[in-house]
């Protein structure tokens, strides 16, 4: 999604007025109540709140110019995996084996043998349609965010095809915009 991403695609970006600013907080805070505490210091209610438009149906979440979610469409935020490596525990987690890192890297899908084989991991509480961090066999960090296409419980049962849609990765386009100017 953001493999060739730069600020040139940024079609628009609007200040949001203090109504939608108070729904995009709640819906960032039932999303992901781990960040509850935080909140306020990562979303003040007093700075303002930049919405940025950008191709296929992806706004960009901003404060002070630092984008701190993405979501496309109507969908769930995510966080960027800049405040995910912050704020490690706000998500939940599915882990790949070590074979499968480069080809995320490159920005592949996920798919369900690289999460079922001896070195993944599936946190059987995942729906389908859930954001999740993707974590890397013997690594600390996140290596990218995802969106599970199903259950963990049939990823484990299928087994083949894509089980995650990789979203966003470490040095995809978005991760090398630190700030949008």
Known sequence: MF?????????AQNQVKASVQRKI?????????GLEPVLEDLLPK??????????NHLNLVLV???????????????PTLRLLHQYPNIMKKLQVDRGAIKFVLA?????????????????DEVEA???????????????AIGFTKMSAKDIRTINKGIGVDNMHY???????????E
């Not at 001896?118 to 946190?123: I, K, Q, S, T």
């Not at 859930?130 to 996140?142: F, L, N, R, Y």
């Open 129 to 143: 349609e859930t954001p999740v961090a993707i974590m890397a066999e013997g690594k600390q960090h996140a290596l």
């Open 170 to 180: 470490l040095n995809d386009g978005l991760w090398k915009m630190e700030r949008l």
């Open 46 to 55: 007093k700075s303002p709140l930049i919405v940025a438009k950008c191709p």
């Open 107 to 123: 920005g592949a899908n996920i798919m369900c043998p690289g999460l079922t084989s001896p070195g993944g991991a599936l946190d």
């Open 25 to 33: 907080r709640q819906s960032i805070a039932e999303e992901y109540p």
């Open 64 to 78: 002070n110019n630092v984008p701190l979610f993405f979501n496309i469409r109507d969908g769930p935020y995510m």
């Open 3 to 11: 493999k060739k991403f730069s600020s040139e695609e940024v079609s």
